[in-house]
């Protein structure tokens, strides 16, 4: 794969992989499509997001594969795209995508033991995304993440992050859905409230910010309710009336 290239040739075999990962997902989440649409409309839907995602794959920017955790955040973004699409194909609308979204990761991360959760997977996740900044810098994939650690004083927060280029808003650009972002966007908090940290945010790229502003306190509390509140839409600025 050279350098600078968006997209790369993803065989049938990875093809099916992926489609089944998908499928496996939404298998243990069917409860929620069977409570909104129907037994029998959410194994249609079920079927179509399938074949929507498929159809995706190949538009999926490559940033780097394994050596990227934003790879795994593209492919996420492509599985909201494509249960975005089918939901108002069905009469839906990105609110409702949103809800489903929202309540889909909160039971994905609520099956993983709280211990792993609030120890090594908050720790990992931290030095993933800290090497992935310091990658991000050399812009090698035009599909990726622009960001910078911002360390912080251990009062305000513990540690930062500014994103100046977000991946997952040059994709749904180019798929004409950057209204799912926001919803997208979201899911931070519903992971920083499994994870056991505090997430605030002030400036997100979703809603025209000129950056994402991350700031996280690891003996703080997230509250993940739905619907979100979007106050981060003022990009810091005091809400007028």
């Known amino acids: 794969m050279r350098p600078g290239a968006t997209t790369r040739g993803v065989s049938s075999r990875q093809t099916e992989r992926l489609v089944g990962k998908f499928d496996r997902s939404l298998r243990r989440t069917d409860n929620l499509f069977v409570e909104r649409f129907g037994e029998e409309n959410a194994a249609v839907m079920r079927r179509e997001m399938l074949d929507e995602f498929r159809s995706l794959i190949p538009e999926i920017p490559y940033i780097g594969?394994?050596?990227?955790?934003?790879?795994?955040?593209?492919?996420?973004?492509?599985w909201g795209l494509a249960m975005y699409r089918v939901v108002v194909r069905h009469g839906g609308n990105?609110?409702?995508?949103?809800?489903?979204?929202?309540?889909?990761?909160?039971?994905r991360l609520g099956r993983i033991p709280g211990m792993i959760r609030h120890g090594l997977v908050r720790n990992l996740f931290l030095r993933q995304m800290s090497r992935a900044a310091r990658r991000s810098q050399a812009r090698r994939y035009p599909g990726d993440w622009v960001m910078e650690v911002v360390n912080g004083d251990g009062e305000s927060f513990d540690y930062g992050l500014d994103v100046t280029e977000c991946g997952a808003l040059k994709f749904l650009q180019k798929q004409r859905a950057e209204e799912l972002l926001p919803y997208t966007g979201d899911v931070d908090y519903v992971m920083a409230e499994a994870m056991g940290y505090e997430l605030r945010r002030t400036k997100p790229l979703a809603w025209g910010c000129d950056r994402c502003d991350f700031r996280i306190s690891m003996d703080g509390v997230t509250s993940a309710s739905w619907p979100p509140e979007f106050v981060e839409?003022?990009?810091?600025?005091?809400?007028?009336?």
């Open 65 to 78: 594969g394994k050596r990227n955790p934003y790879s795994e955040i593209l492919v996420g973004i492509a």
């Open 233 to 241: 839409q003022t990009c810091g600025e005091p809400q007028t009336e």
């Open 94 to 107: 990105v609110e409702d995508t949103g809800e489903l979204i929202h309540w889909r990761n909160r039971a």
